[in-house]
Structure formats: structure tokens, C-alpha cells
């Protein structure tokens, strides 16, 4: 057989999907390949220092005209994927929510740096996107989100993620949103159980969903927005699931009602939340009628090679345009790789205010937050 050249020309597709180890494997290498795939999430176990991970996304870069989207869960506090040798540790987002009590102005400029600092160094690293900030509302209760949220009045949470969200931009990266409509009242965590959130509609709609729609800038600013893996039985009409599969909220309340543009990417399709719908060829095709453009499958890389083999979902046009427009990382000469980036003195300036805002910290709870362990473990195949 003629050996494949690099890179394969072919629109991005909307399976996101994990890989193994340090590098791609022949076999990941042909996978990745495959038009139905279009981004690849990284998680700690891909990471071991700065050039290794900038020689990953090199290579899976690569592979592919237009390139494959990058992202990981980078979001501060416990989730974090990477933390030395190129990253700086950052605070969790309710020491920022903290901090508001004291000194609103300085928490908007710190909010600004964290996010600077998150983004420019992923980007130095060859890494499109990091699915954060958390929009989650902090009621001090809930397994899943704990310290991620920034606070527990929706119009702090907007302010400090708008800001947040520019420093990403900043950075030349989109941020993505989560977990819509809200994850944070359940006490349930969606990556062991399937959470149900008893509440009416316009309880959501007066609190979790008050971020997204009462700064219209921030949802204008959002690349992406990733849907929760919890039930409203009460504010959902007719039959209920959760909301990565419900077309109420994706298609009637995201997209036509609030007039979200941006790319609506599922939560892990593996996750204990999500198997509600069924087998993985079962899940994917409800997330697809449900409105999410990029689904993704994570830690199970047997169940990526079902779903190639038994056909996934044809994505409508306006969804493949989402995809497209998706903007992969060009690295400015002052990105151009972490030792470049360490002279930038506005990069020098926000690490300074990241870190001072990291050491409030002391103390702080981050327990049971099972999102900061996820990928540690895969299945073979």
C-alpha cells in the first residue's frame, strides 16, 4: 500500500477525539485522518513538558488541510491539564469571585491577566482551545463544579468571565462556555451519575441562564458554548432528557432565543450523564439532533472506531460553516513558543497578577471535583 501523505485535504468533521500517549501512533495518525473527525482534546497523560507537548500538536497539526482543531479542559484550580515547564499554575475562578467582595475593579483586571496567561501559553503550545471559562453559578453545593464557578450572583459571574474572555482574546484565542444552562444547583456530578434539576424554567432563566443572556458582549465573545449533562424535568416541556440532547435548549433557547452564533459543543458523550441515550452510536446521533456541532468522545477509543465504523450523523451546512470557522492558533512572534513569550513583558506583567491572585488560595477547597482527574485513565484500542 502507497504510505498516506501529509496533510490530507478534507473539511473538518464533527467528532472531537482523544489519543493515547506522548506522541500519535501510526494507528491514531490514520484515524485522525478519517473526514468525520475534526478536533482532538488533550488531557495530562498527552503532556510531560514543553517541547514534547509542542511536538504533539505539531504533529497532529499536521495531518490535515485545514488543520484539526486543539483543545483541552484548561480552566485554572484543580482543572488544569498542564502545570509546570511552560504553564503557570492559576487560581481557581472563585478566588477571582472572592476577590470581587474586596476590589471589584482589581478583580476585572485580574480575571483579564488569568485569562492572558491561560491562553497565550496553550497557544505557545500549538493549542486552539480551552473549553472554559465555567458560567456555572456557585451554590456552594454542587460535586461537578465547587471552585470552578466565580460566584454565585450571575451578574458577578458575567463581569468577571467578559473579562476573562478578553484576556483570551488577547491571546488570539475563543473561549467556550459551560455548562449551559446551568450545572451548578445539582449536587449530583454528571461524570459518576445523571443529575436532575427539579427547578422551573424561569428559575433557570432568572439565575443559571442570567450569564449568558444578560451580557449579550459575552455571548457574542463565546466561540463555543458546551451544554450540561443534567435533566430539568420541570422546565423542559414535553419529554426530557439531558440537555446535550435536547433541542429545547440547544435550538429553541441557545440559538434562536438568545441568538447564539458560535459552535455548541457537546460534554463528553461518555460521561455517566450522557449514556441516558443509549449505545455511543445512539448518544452521538441525539446530540446531533439536539444542535450540538462537534461531539465529543473521550477515553474510549473503541468506541471512536464503532462510531467510523457504523456511520456517524451527516452535518447540515450551517454547522460544517461553524466548524470552519473555528480559528486554529497562528503564534505571534511573541508566541511564537514559551521562551519567546517569557520576554513579553504584558505576558511578565499578567503572570505577576495570576500568581498574586493564586496565592489567596491557601485553604481553599477543591475536593470531589472529579473533572480534575478525568483522562488520567483509558481504554485500550
Known amino acids: 500500500m502507497k504510505p498516506r501523505s501529509f496533510p490530507v485535504e478534507a473539511p473538518r468533521g464533527a467528532l472531537m477525539v482523544d489519543v493515547a500517549g506522548l506522541a500519535l501512533t501510526d494507528e491514531e495518525r490514520e484515524r485522525l485522518c478519517d473526514p468525520r473527525i475534526g478536533g482532538v482534546i488533550l488531557f495530562a497523560r498527552n503532556y510531560t513538558d514543553s517541547a514534547q507537548l509542542r511536538a504533539l500538536t505539531g504533529e497532529i497539526r499536521a495531518l490535515r488541510k485545514p488543520a484539526l482543531i486543539i483543545a483541552a479542559d484548561h480552566e485554572g484550580g484543580r482543572v488544569q491539564r498542564f502545570r509546570a515547564d511552560g504553564f503557570t499554575r492559576l487560581p481557581a475562578m472563585r478566588t477571582l469571585g472572592n476577590l470581587w467582595a474586596r476590589d471589584e475593579a482589581g478583580a476585572l483586571a485580574a480575571a483579564r491577566a488569568v485569562g492572558f496567561v491561560l491562553a497565550a501559553e496553550l497557544v505557545a503550545h500549538g493549542i486552539d482551545l480551552s473549553f472554559a471559562p465555567v458560567l456555572d453559578l456557585d451554590y456552594g453545593k454542587s460535586r461537578a463544579i465547587g471552585s470552578r464557578a466565580f460566584h454565585r450572583d450571575p451578574a458577578v459571574v458575567a463581569s ?222
Open 160 to 381: 468577571l468571565a467578559l473579562s476573562l474572555v478578553a484576556g483570551m482574546a488577547d491571546a488570539g484565542m475563543g473561549a467556550v462556555g459551560k455548562h449551559f444552562p446551568g450545572h451548578g444547583y445539582v449536587e449530583a456530578d454528571s461524570h459518576h451519575d445523571i443529575p436532575v434539576d427539579e427547578r422551573t424554567f424561569d428559575s433557570l432563566w432568572d439565575e443559571d441562564i442570567a450569564p449568558y443572556r444578560k451580557q449579550k458582549e459575552l455571548l457574542q465573545q463565546l466561540a463555543g458554548v458546551m451544554p450540561a449533562h443534567v435533566i430539568y424535568p420541570n422546565a423542559e416541556p414535553g419529554e426530557t432528557g439531558p440537555a446535550g440532547f435536547s433541542s429545547f435548549w440547544l435550538k429553541e433557547i441557545l440559538r434562536e432565543r438568545l441568538g447564539f452564533e458560535g459552535v455548541i459543543f457537546s460534554d463528553d458523550l461518555n460521561m455517566a450523564g450522557a449514556l441516558v441515550a443509549g449505545g455511543i452510536v445512539e448518544r452521538v446521533a441525539a446530540a446531533a439532533r439536539a444542535g450540538c456541532d462537534m461531539w465529543l468522545v473521550c477515553n474510549r477509543p473503541d468506541l471512536v472506531i464503532e462510531l467510523l465504523s457504523r456511520g456517524t450523523p451527516e452535518i447540515d451546512d450551517a454547522a460544517r460553516a461553524r466548524l470552519a470557522a473555528l480559528t486554529v492558533s497562528v503564534p505571534r512572534p511573541w508566541l511564537a513558543g514559551p521562551l519567546a513569550l517569557a520576554q513579553y513583558p504584558p505576558y511578565v506583567q499578567a503572570c505577576e497578577k495570576a500568581l498574586a491572585v493564586l496565592a489567596m488560595e491557601e485553604g481553599a477547597d477543591h475536593s470531589a471535583m472529579a473533572a480534575a482527574s478525568i483522562g488520567a485513565t483509558r481504554v485500550n484500542g
